[in-house]
């Protein structure tokens, strides 16, 4: 094994990532994207449609970018509070954005040439994550449009370390056969030909197959995303942030690598135990003192309050 793919390895295994690869940057396919834009799916997610030359065109992130860096890592199965309330596992920690880029950080001051310049990211930055994570050989993106890592499964979120550093065929070829030998889940592109269990999971008919998902009939996109009112007849059945039908559905969920990092789930046991009278009581100070630097911020308290009523 290359020095460099052996450090990258060691420093991604001891930050609890279970999935990393690396490719030579080049110009990303966004024609998925675009279809999905051009149907007005994204709802009020404007942003989407935007700097979709450097959706396109990473090296626009990074003057003489050169490689890409993927990894993934798992997260908790989700929680069910004491009221029914559910909440989607990757909330119940501290924000995984901040979590993994700093990690990232950390694996980057340790393995790569220190002449190299790098930037983190982690859903960020307009960059198209689960196409670079298929690209590097990490899994196969699922009829859900989730990541279905060999790995893990299709519960982990993902992070990227695009540098100026060159890495040889043998660093390639060295992460290659690692990610090979921790294929435990099996999950091929053809692996959800025959199978709609994700489809039809969803209560509210947000997925569409072929990679398309309506965001305004996403439990998760109006729990969190949506800063209306919830669409009339929407079905969230009981989650309150995020949700994860479609997830659970999926037989590749079920297996692989769990999470282990106590920073995804240090508010678990606090949730659990919550209550809709608890969150009917909370007042914004002390919503701020426990969620603050955690998934919960980005729709607020007025907004949760509304979800669970």
């Known amino acids: 094994m290359s020095e460099t793919a052996g450090k990258i390895i060691e420093y991604a ?14 110009d990303a396919d966004i024609s998925a994207l675009e279809k999905w834009l051009s149907k007005g799916y994204n709802a009020s997610m404007e942003y989407m449609g935007r700097n979709l030359a450097i959706r396109q ?29 559910k909440y989607a596992g990757f909330a119940l920690g501290r924000d995984y954005h901040l979590v993994i880029k700093e990690k990232l950080h950390k694996i980057a001051g340790a ?31 699922g009829k859900n449009n989730f990541l279905i890592t060999k790995a893990s499964g299709a519960r982990v979120l993902i992070g990227e370390i695009l540098t100026t550093e060159i890495f040889g065929k043998e660093t390639y070829a060295a992460l290659e056969k690692w990610n090979i030998a921790k294929d435990t889940v099996h999950f091929r592109p053809d692996s959800c030909i025959e199978c709609d269990k994700c489809i039809n999971a969803c209560p509210n008919g947000a997925l569409k197959g072929n990679g398309l998902l309506d965001a305004a009939r996403c439990i998760s996109y109006n729990t969190i995303e949506n800063k209306e009112s919830m669409p009339e007849g929407l079905d969230t059945r009981g989650w309150v942030l995020g949700c994860e039908e479609c ?50 911020e980005r729709p607020g308290l007025e907004k949760i309050k509304s979800n669970i009523k």
């Open 111 to 141: 393995a790569l040439d220190k002449t190299s310049a790098y930037r983190v990211f982690c859903d960020s930055a307009p960059v198209m994550e689960r196409y670079w994570a298929e690209k590097c050989g990490l899994g196969a993106i």
């Open 247 to 296: 997830l659970l559905a999926c037989p590749f969920c079920q297996n692989g690598d769990t999470a282990t990092d106590d920073e995804f789930r240090c508010n678990a046991l606090f949730l659990s135990v919550l209550g809709k009278e608890g969150w009917s009581k909370m007042d914004t100070s002390s919503f701020r003192q426990r969620f603050k630097g955690t998934a919960f």
């Open 13 to 26: 295994v001891k930050e609890g990532f279970t999935g990393v690869g690396a490719t030579p940057v080049s």
């Open 57 to 85: 065109r990473p090296s626009l992130l990074l003057e003489g970018a050169r490689s890409m860096l993927v990894f993934t890592i798992p997260y908790p199965r989700p929680l069910t509070g004491k009221s029914g309330e």
